[in-house]
Protein backbone atom coordinates (compact mmCIF):
# COMPACT_ATOMS: atom_id res chain seq x y z
CA UNK A 1 0.00 0.00 0.00
CA UNK A 2 0.72 3.82 -0.80
CA UNK A 3 3.41 5.34 2.52
CA UNK A 4 3.19 9.22 3.08
CA UNK A 5 6.51 10.33 5.20
CA UNK A 6 6.70 13.37 7.25
CA UNK A 7 8.47 14.26 10.19
CA UNK A 8 7.47 13.80 13.86
CA UNK A 9 8.09 17.09 14.24
CA UNK A 10 9.09 20.97 13.24
CA UNK A 11 10.03 23.79 15.13
CA UNK A 12 10.06 27.34 13.95
CA UNK A 13 10.39 30.81 15.95
CA UNK A 14 7.35 33.46 15.54
CA UNK A 15 7.03 35.51 12.36
CA UNK A 16 8.92 32.76 10.71
CA UNK A 17 8.13 30.51 7.84
CA UNK A 18 7.58 26.87 8.63
CA UNK A 19 7.81 24.02 5.73
CA UNK A 20 6.44 20.43 6.39
CA UNK A 21 6.96 17.61 3.99
CA UNK A 22 4.95 14.87 3.06
CA UNK A 23 6.74 11.85 0.74
CA UNK A 24 5.66 9.16 -0.99
CA UNK A 25 6.57 7.49 -4.38
CA UNK A 26 5.88 10.02 -7.36
CA UNK A 27 3.36 12.08 -5.09
CA UNK A 28 3.34 14.47 -7.40
CA UNK A 29 1.27 12.73 -9.72
CA UNK A 30 -1.41 12.76 -6.80
CA UNK A 31 -3.34 15.60 -5.19
CA UNK A 32 -2.41 16.15 -1.37
CA UNK A 33 -4.38 17.47 0.86
CA UNK A 34 -3.74 19.16 4.45
CA UNK A 35 -5.21 19.05 7.34
CA UNK A 36 -4.46 20.54 10.85
CA UNK A 37 -5.85 19.57 14.11
CA UNK A 38 -5.15 21.28 17.65
CA UNK A 39 -5.47 19.30 20.62
CA UNK A 40 -8.82 17.91 21.61
CA UNK A 41 -10.18 19.13 18.24
CA UNK A 42 -11.66 17.87 14.99
CA UNK A 43 -9.24 17.87 12.08
CA UNK A 44 -9.57 21.20 9.84
CA UNK A 45 -8.96 21.21 6.47
CA UNK A 46 -6.44 23.81 5.53
CA UNK A 47 -4.78 23.07 1.97
CA UNK A 48 -6.63 20.73 -0.73
CA UNK A 49 -5.78 19.30 -4.35
CA UNK A 50 -1.71 20.28 -3.77
CA UNK A 51 -2.14 24.30 -3.09
CA UNK A 52 -6.15 25.62 -3.09
CA UNK A 53 -7.27 27.11 0.30
CA UNK A 54 -10.54 26.86 1.44
CA UNK A 55 -12.63 29.69 2.64
CA UNK A 56 -11.73 31.02 6.22
CA UNK A 57 -7.79 29.20 6.01
CA UNK A 58 -5.52 32.24 6.03
CA UNK A 59 -3.10 33.06 2.99
CA UNK A 60 -0.08 32.29 4.98
CA UNK A 61 -1.09 29.03 4.21
CA UNK A 62 0.06 27.37 1.33
CA UNK A 63 0.94 23.97 -0.52
CA UNK A 64 3.08 22.63 -3.03
CA UNK A 65 3.46 19.36 -4.52
CA UNK A 66 6.43 17.95 -7.15
CA UNK A 67 8.49 14.85 -7.51
CA UNK A 68 8.18 12.48 -4.30
CA UNK A 69 7.54 15.32 -2.01
CA UNK A 70 4.90 17.76 -0.77
CA UNK A 71 5.56 20.89 1.22
CA UNK A 72 3.38 22.41 3.56
CA UNK A 73 4.26 26.58 3.73
CA UNK A 74 3.37 28.36 7.11
CA UNK A 75 4.50 31.77 6.48
CA UNK A 76 4.58 34.34 9.78
CA UNK A 77 3.85 31.59 12.11
CA UNK A 78 1.79 32.41 14.64
CA UNK A 79 1.65 31.01 18.33
CA UNK A 80 -2.33 29.75 16.92
CA UNK A 81 -0.33 27.70 14.46
CA UNK A 82 1.05 25.44 17.18
CA UNK A 83 -0.73 21.79 15.99
CA UNK A 84 -0.29 18.49 14.36
CA UNK A 85 -0.56 18.38 10.74
CA UNK A 86 -1.39 15.43 8.44
CA UNK A 87 -0.90 14.92 4.68
CA UNK A 88 -3.70 12.56 2.92
CA UNK A 89 -3.58 11.09 -0.86
CA UNK A 90 -6.08 9.04 -2.56
CA UNK A 91 -4.17 6.00 -3.24
CA UNK A 92 -5.82 4.09 -6.78
CA UNK A 93 -2.96 2.35 -7.25
CA UNK A 94 -3.97 -0.78 -5.29
CA UNK A 95 -7.18 -3.05 -6.47
CA UNK A 96 -9.16 -1.31 -4.07
CA UNK A 97 -8.75 2.60 -3.86
CA UNK A 98 -8.39 4.14 -0.58
CA UNK A 99 -7.37 7.09 1.01
CA UNK A 100 -3.70 7.41 3.18
CA UNK A 101 -3.23 9.99 5.82
CA UNK A 102 0.73 10.31 6.68
CA UNK A 103 2.06 10.21 10.19
CA UNK A 104 1.31 13.45 11.20
CA UNK A 105 3.99 16.37 12.57
CA UNK A 106 3.85 18.62 15.32
CA UNK A 107 3.75 21.91 14.71
CA UNK A 108 5.88 23.65 18.04
CA UNK A 109 6.15 27.55 18.20
CA UNK A 110 9.37 28.10 19.89
CA UNK B 1 -24.73 25.84 9.60
CA UNK B 2 -22.82 22.78 8.24
CA UNK B 3 -22.83 20.20 11.06
CA UNK B 4 -21.91 16.59 11.72
CA UNK B 5 -22.70 14.78 14.79
CA UNK B 6 -21.25 11.20 15.63
CA UNK B 7 -23.07 8.66 18.18
CA UNK B 8 -23.15 5.33 19.35
CA UNK B 9 -19.55 5.13 20.66
CA UNK B 10 -18.89 3.22 24.05
CA UNK B 11 -17.40 0.70 26.16
CA UNK B 12 -17.87 -2.91 24.27
CA UNK B 13 -15.96 -6.53 24.95
CA UNK B 14 -13.62 -8.06 22.44
CA UNK B 15 -15.58 -9.73 19.65
CA UNK B 16 -18.85 -8.10 20.15
CA UNK B 17 -20.42 -5.19 17.98
CA UNK B 18 -20.99 -1.99 18.03
CA UNK B 19 -23.32 0.77 15.40
CA UNK B 20 -21.84 3.74 15.25
CA UNK B 21 -23.92 7.49 13.33
CA UNK B 22 -23.47 10.49 12.40
CA UNK B 23 -26.20 13.20 11.49
CA UNK B 24 -26.04 15.87 9.13
CA UNK B 25 -27.41 19.04 8.75
CA UNK B 26 -26.51 22.35 6.80
CA UNK B 27 -25.58 20.72 3.26
CA UNK B 28 -27.51 18.86 0.93
CA UNK B 29 -26.40 15.11 2.15
CA UNK B 30 -26.72 12.86 -0.79
CA UNK B 31 -24.92 15.08 -3.15
CA UNK B 32 -21.55 14.18 -1.03
CA UNK B 33 -19.28 11.01 -0.20
CA UNK B 34 -19.12 10.28 3.24
CA UNK B 35 -15.98 8.74 5.28
CA UNK B 36 -14.69 7.45 8.69
CA UNK B 37 -11.82 8.13 9.74
CA UNK B 38 -10.44 6.92 13.44
CA UNK B 39 -7.87 7.63 15.58
CA UNK B 40 -6.16 5.87 18.81
CA UNK B 41 -5.36 7.88 21.21
CA UNK B 42 -2.20 9.62 20.93
CA UNK B 43 -2.21 8.29 17.48
CA UNK B 44 -2.88 9.59 13.70
CA UNK B 45 -5.40 9.83 11.65
CA UNK B 46 -6.15 6.40 10.07
CA UNK B 47 -9.26 6.35 7.19
CA UNK B 48 -11.81 3.45 7.79
CA UNK B 49 -13.98 3.44 5.24
CA UNK B 50 -15.90 5.77 2.60
CA UNK B 51 -18.97 5.82 0.65
CA UNK B 52 -20.35 7.50 -2.28
CA UNK B 53 -23.36 9.69 -2.63
CA UNK B 54 -25.73 6.91 -4.14
CA UNK B 55 -24.07 4.38 -2.06
CA UNK B 56 -22.58 2.60 -5.40
CA UNK B 57 -19.10 2.91 -4.40
CA UNK B 58 -17.65 1.55 -1.07
CA UNK B 59 -14.23 1.13 0.22
CA UNK B 60 -12.64 -0.15 3.26
CA UNK B 61 -9.42 0.21 4.91
CA UNK B 62 -7.98 -3.32 4.72
CA UNK B 63 -7.23 -3.52 8.64
CA UNK B 64 -11.77 -3.23 9.27
CA UNK B 65 -12.22 -5.04 5.62
CA UNK B 66 -14.61 -7.72 6.33
CA UNK B 67 -15.53 -6.86 10.20
CA UNK B 68 -17.25 -3.29 9.61
CA UNK B 69 -19.54 -1.94 7.34
CA UNK B 70 -20.29 1.44 5.75
CA UNK B 71 -24.16 2.57 4.89
CA UNK B 72 -26.09 5.46 4.70
CA UNK B 73 -29.90 6.84 4.20
CA UNK B 74 -30.00 9.58 2.51
CA UNK B 75 -33.64 10.32 3.15
CA UNK B 76 -32.20 10.73 7.02
CA UNK B 77 -29.40 12.69 6.14
CA UNK B 78 -27.50 9.59 8.16
CA UNK B 79 -24.00 8.28 7.81
CA UNK B 80 -23.50 4.32 9.69
CA UNK B 81 -20.99 2.11 10.65
CA UNK B 82 -21.51 -1.33 11.70
CA UNK B 83 -18.68 -2.93 13.85
CA UNK B 84 -18.15 -6.24 14.15
CA UNK B 85 -15.82 -8.60 15.83
CA UNK B 86 -14.32 -5.46 17.72
CA UNK B 87 -10.95 -5.75 18.67
CA UNK B 88 -9.01 -4.15 21.21
CA UNK B 89 -6.83 -2.06 18.59
CA UNK B 90 -9.96 -0.73 16.96
CA UNK B 91 -10.06 1.65 20.31
CA UNK B 92 -10.17 4.68 18.88
CA UNK B 93 -12.11 8.36 18.23
CA UNK B 94 -14.48 7.97 15.51
CA UNK B 95 -14.51 10.91 13.18
CA UNK B 96 -17.60 11.40 10.46
CA UNK B 97 -15.97 13.17 6.95
CA UNK B 98 -17.70 15.50 4.39
CA UNK B 99 -16.05 14.42 0.67
CA UNK B 100 -15.54 18.27 -0.66
CA UNK B 101 -16.49 17.14 -4.11
CA UNK B 102 -19.87 17.23 -5.72
CA UNK B 103 -20.81 13.78 -6.75
CA UNK B 104 -17.04 12.48 -6.46
CA UNK B 105 -16.07 10.05 -4.44
CA UNK B 106 -11.96 9.64 -5.20
CA UNK B 107 -9.20 11.74 -4.88
CA UNK B 108 -11.18 14.40 -2.79
CA UNK B 109 -10.36 15.54 0.43
CA UNK B 110 -12.58 15.36 3.39
CA UNK B 111 -13.83 19.20 4.12
CA UNK B 112 -16.09 19.18 6.89
CA UNK B 113 -15.75 16.61 10.27
CA UNK B 114 -17.66 16.07 13.22
CA UNK B 115 -16.11 16.21 17.20
CA UNK B 116 -16.16 12.15 17.06
CA UNK B 117 -17.47 9.52 19.11
CA UNK B 118 -15.24 7.66 21.49
CA UNK B 119 -14.94 3.38 21.22
CA UNK B 120 -13.30 1.70 23.91
CA UNK B 121 -12.78 -1.92 23.30
CA UNK B 122 -11.73 -3.84 26.41
CA UNK B 123 -12.36 -6.66 28.76
Not at chain 2, 18 to 37: E, I, K, N, P
Request: charged share 15%; aromatic share 10%.
Amino acid sequence: SYVLTQPPSVSVAPGQTARITCGGNNIGSKSVHWYQQKPGQAPVLVVYDDSDRPSGIPERFSGSNSGNTATLTISRVEAGDEADYYCQVWDSSSDHPLWVFGGGTKLTVL
Amino acid sequence: EVQLVESGGGLVQPGRSLRLSCAASGFTFDDYAMHWVRQAPGKGLEWVSGISWNSGSIGYADSVKGRFTISRDNAKNSLYLQMNSLRAEDTALYYCAKGRVLLWFGEGAFDIWGQGTMVTVSS
